[in-house]
């Protein structure tokens, strides 16, 4: 029995060794679970696998039941169920164990699935190059590839950008793999040309197509368009909608969509609304990329009443748009003024349980404070923590408007929250503090926070000793300003921004602070 390297096996000692001997008996060795099956099939088997969340588990119930389950052998099913999950899980020593084993068992016939899975697992792990060697190796399995295995090949070598290898797999999947190509993978090849910048190539693939006894589609086509999108050539991406269009085909919402980012990619935004237009007179219906798509454009171009609209028609169409979408729209309408507006967005995207995170809610509250509307943004906090968790972020966002604003009991209470909730106060939230109080006057508090920021292990930057430095002068405690330095010193945390802070702020007052900046400079000598 072979061992696997990459887990940690928790089991008996005598499963490890060879196991597949008279002398060992059903007794020596204690099931992995319990209640251990009676009767066990190898669809059993299967779903207890599928079922197990603890990989090492997994592992240790397949072993168990190959090796000492009385009259259970395994079967293709039992080891793909296995290899699946091991394969999504990255475990490739385990896997290849498995393989192994399975080629010195001639009795166990595996179809071509398990190595997709195998192939597929690699490509999304980043390993091309053992996607590949997996492919190579199928048929000493006595396992016929064909072009399902083949494509997926393709597609891993396509996300990991080698595109290389693409070409050189197609042009001999006939002479070494016997294996006949599809319009799939003349897809496959296409996008894979387009990526690197060889939209001529990809069409005369296109045009060679027919020969090969394939008929090209609309993602052939779309990928095309792509191709020239990317490269910024709209005219001959125009020219292969038209085409399309000749054929008689109606273009789906992706080929739409492509199209429409090439126009906005070179800033003509009209057209791309024009070809929304079409797609809608088309009835082709915008997919959510699409309208993501036509938001960001809208966003940028300033035009935030088109983008709330289009914003509320995806959300009528029961699409879920993202949270930096979201984001954008509420963010241009805050800039804009329409801080009520964007309130009232951001509600109706819970009402269509689209749950808003602490990046949107952090936006509306900066915005509300950023107008005194302190209270109206606590509020909305209050109303973001019934059915959520505040992040950092949002935490910071309102304790510096309430700072702002001389609130500095209520930002006591967030910050007491937050820290119960989890969070750990930044640098950010301790300058924000800081902040506060120097601008009541109270700049020796603000000491205080600085010590126990220290404490907490939270190195402060040129923000904090800006902020408390220019605090005392201004409320004339310069008297102060020495201890400040010398907590910077004995802390040892001097950036070079803030050492260059205290030498310019202190050199012009050399009344105070003159021996902590002495040994400030002396420290920084060495």
């Known amino acids: 029995m072979l061992r696997y390297p990459q887990l940690k096996i928790t089991v008996t000692t005598s499963l490890l060794l060879p196991i597949r001997t008279a002398c060992c008996s059903l007794s020596t060795v204690t099931p992995p679970i319990k209640p251990w099956p009676e009767r066990l099939y190898p669809k059993r088997l299967v779903s207890m696998i599928t079922r197990q969340q603890n990989l090492d588990l997994a ?46 068992n001639p009795q166990i016939k595996c179809g071509e699935n398990l190595f997709i899975t195998v192939i597929r697992n690699y490509g999304l792990a980043g390993r091309p190059e053992l996607a590949v060697r997996t492919f190579l190796q199928i048929d000493k399995f006595k396992v016929q590839r064909s072009v399902r295995s083949l494509n997926t090949l393709l597609n891993a070598l396509v996300q990991n950008k080698r595109y290389d290898l693409v070409h050189i797999m197609f042009k001999n999947c006939k002479a070494k793999f016997k294996v006949v190509p599809n319009v799939f993978t003349c897809n496959i090849l296409i996008k894979a040309l387009c990526k690197k910048n060889d939209v001529e190539g990809a069409t005369r693939i296109l045009d060679e197509m027919p020969s090969m006894g394939m008929v090209p589609n609309l993602v052939t086509y779309t990928t095309i368009i792509g191709g020239f999108v990317w490269r910024g050539d709209i005219e001959s991406a125009k020219r292969v909608f038209g085409e399309i269009l000749d054929r008689g085909w109606v273009p789906d919402a992706t080929t739409y969509t492509v199209l429409m980012d090439g126009y906005i990619k070179q800033g003509r935004l009209i057209d791309a609304v024009k070809v929304m237009d079409e797609m809608e007179h088309n009835r082709v219906e915008p997919n959510d990329i699409t309208y ?27 699409y879920v748009p993202s949270s930096s979408l979201c984001c954008k729209v509420i963010d241009l309408l805050c800039e804009e003024g329409k801080v009520e507006d964007a309130c009232e967005l951001w509600r109706r995207l819970l009402k269509k349980n689209c749950m808003p995170d602490n990046a949107i809610s952090s936006t509306l509250i900066h915005w509300l404070c950023k107008e005194g509307k302190i209270w109206e943004a606590k509020k909305l906090f209050d109303e973001f923590q019934r059915g959520s968790f505040p992040g950092l972020l949002t935490y910071n966002t309102l304790i510096a408007g309430m700072c702002e604003r001389g609130e500095l009991t209520e930002a006591g209470r967030l910050w007491d929250d937050m820290v119960e909730k989890g969070h750990e106060p930044n640098a950010f939230t301790y300058n924000m503090l800081i902040k506060g109080f120097c601008k009541i006057g109270n700049a020796k508090e603000g000491i205080r926070i600085l010590e126990e920021m220290l404490d907490k292990g939270c190195l402060p930057n040129k923000s904090t000793f800006s902020l408390l430095i220019e605090g005392l002068y201004e409320s004339g405690n310069e008297g102060e300003v020495g201890k400040v330095v010398s907590l910077a010193v004995a802390d040892g945390g001097v950036d070079t921004d803030s050492w260059y802070f205290f030498l310019t702020r202190i050199v012009g007052n050399l009344n105070s602070g003159t021996d902590a900046l002495d040994e400030l400079l002396m420290e920084n000598a060495y």
Do not use: W
């Open 59 to 104: 592992l240790q119930i397949f072993e168990y039941a190959g090796s000492f389950h009385p009259k259970f052998s395994h079967n293709c099913d039992t080891y793909h169920s296995i290899i699946h999950k091991l394969a999504r899980a990255r475990a490739f020593d385990a896997v290849e164990s498995l393989l192994a084993e399975l080629r010195q």
């Open 292 to 318: 993501g798509v036509m938001i960001e454009a809208l966003c940028k171009e300033k035009k935030s009443g088109e983008a709330r609209n289009l914003l509320d028609d995806m959300l009528a169409r029961t």
